[in-house]
């Protein structure tokens, strides 16, 4: 560093390394007034309890009114917060519905991602033991949601992944079909298989879900049979 007399100030020259040293130091003693955020293990425990209770406040909401009802004031009586902290949690619609989705997966325990994959009908079949099990085993009140039209768009992605997996393991029984009749047979082995499907056979024949898994799987191996012996006739 070099002083030069200018009058009555001194002119103060100082080279490049001493100007990125001074900077450095600065900087150093810059960063040591910063704390970083103190994250208290009790708080985003009860975070997370609230966060619980708004989705399940929206569960309750949804299977006892449906959709007419499901407004963030009664969500937030129903889970006994106030409105500010849905918004809080849950600032659109769109945070709330892809949170419910998870919670819906996590509290019934059922993924359909879960399976193996299928690649015949045979294997398809054997599985629906299991399917349905998985089925009874989802929570009555997250089914009754599930199963209105708002229930219906969350739940719309995992419907068409279930559809691919039934094409899947329907394919080599499709080879003769047209692609309509493809179609058909998947939209029929996807109604064998849900929830109010279980339910019918209970209804209407008294059967349990064992006893109604193994109907559906007959039939799904007749579909197959009879898609497989098809003379090649293709519909329009």
């Not at 810059?30 to 406040?57: D, V």
């Not at 449906?66 to 963030?72: D, N, Y």
């Not at 009140?141 to 969350?154: H, K, N, S, V």
Request: net charge positive; hydrophobic share 40%; with cysteine.
């Amino acid at each position: 560093m070099a002083r030069y007399p200018t009058g009555d100030r001194i002119l103060v020259l100082q080279r490049p390394e001493f100007l990125k040293r001074e900077a450095f130091m600065r900087s150093k003693v810059k960063g040591k007034g910063k704390r970083r955020p103190y994250r208290s293990p009790l708080r985003e425990e009860r975070a997370e309890q609230t966060r619980e209770r708004i989705l399940n406040g929206v569960v309750q909401v949804m299977a006892r009114n449906g959709i007419a009802e499901l407004s963030i004031p009664m969500i937030a009586k129903q889970a006994r917060v106030s409105i500010p902290s849905v918004y809080r949690y849950f600032p659109t619609k769109r945070h709330l519905f892809a949170a419910l989705d998870k919670y819906a997966q996590r509290k019934s325990g059922f993924s359909f991602a879960q399976f193996p994959p299928s690649s015949t009908p045979d294997e398809l079949a054997n599985m629906i033991p299991s399917l349905f099990q998985r089925r009874e085993s989802i929570e009555p009140t997250i089914a009754a949601a599930f199963r209105t039209r708002l229930g219906y768009e969350i739940r719309r992605p995992h419907l068409v992944e279930r559809a691919r997996y039934f094409q899947a393991a329907l394919g080599p029984a499709m080879k003769r079909l047209s692609r309509k009749e493809q179609a058909w047979l998947t939209d029929v082995v996807f109604i064998l298989t849900t929830f109010r499907c279980v339910q019918a056979f209970k209804d209407y024949l008294g059967l349990d879900t064992d006893e109604a898994a193994d109907r559906v799987a007959w039939a799904i191996r007749v579909l197959a049979r009879g898609a497989r012996s098809s003379n090649g006739r293709k519909s329009k």
